[in-house]
């Protein structure tokens, strides 16, 4: 659970740190050669658009890992099952899912009847 937690403060603080640096070359390049030249620039290097794919890459691989504790289960909500659900039960433990097409709804095992 504590490293799900920061994974989820990571992955913000990461995003708004991309944004910033972003915005800050945006602006000196702006400063130099213009408004247009800075955004054709922006789009033209390789840097800002290999981390922006690296980005994506880790928060769709963060979003497809579920930390689950030794007394949680989970069911899976699936677009990709037929009946929109998988099976089985997920036990404790990091369990991978679709990250934008299925989720996991946690059950403390202490409901079963």
């Not at 799900?4 to 944004?19: G, I, K, N, T, Y």
């Not at 640096?21 to 050669?33: D, G, M």
């Not at 800002?48 to 930390?67: A, D, K, Q, W, Y």
Request: hydrophobic residues 55%; glycine residues 4%.
């Amino acid at each position: 659970m504590l490293l799900e937690r920061s994974l989820d403060f990571f992955v913000p603080l990461v995003w708004l740190l991309f944004f910033i640096l972003t915005t800050l070359y945006t602006i000196s390049i702006a400063r130099r050669v213009g408004l247009l030249a800075a955004f054709r620039s922006l789009f033209s290097l390789r840097i800002p658009l290999l981390g922006l794919v690296v980005l994506i890459t880790i928060t769709l691989l963060i979003r497809s890992l579920v930390f689950l504790d030794p007394q949680e289960a989970g069911v899976v909500i699936s677009l990709i099952q037929p009946d929109g659900y998988r099976d089985r039960p997920l036990r404790s433990g990091v369990r991978v899912v679709a990250p934008l097409l299925e989720q996991v709804e946690r059950y403390p095992l202490y409901w079963q009847t």
